[in-house]
């Protein structure tokens, strides 16, 4: 019983998950800005939140972006 349950709920969060990421729309246009500041954005535009460590990822780094 208590698989069955399980596998139920990690169903539902991935048919939730699913939903949610195919009715998303993101548009973007940034120049010449942080990775850290393209990842704001997007939290901006969305309800997607980052979690990083600044001493693994180069969040300073300079990037363009188009999408």
């Known amino acids: 019983m208590k698989v069955f349950t399980f596998v139920m709920l990690v169903f539902a969060i991935h048919v939730s998950a699913l939903s949610y990421s195919q009715n998303t729309k993101l548009s ?17 535009q969305s309800d ?7 001493s693994k990822i180069k969040v300073e780094k300079i990037v363009s972006v188009d999408f």
């Open 48 to 54: 997607f939140r980052f979690l990083y460590s600044d």
């Open 28 to 44: 973007m246009n940034l120049q010449n800005v942080s990775i850290k500041q393209v990842l704001a954005e997007i939290e901006n």
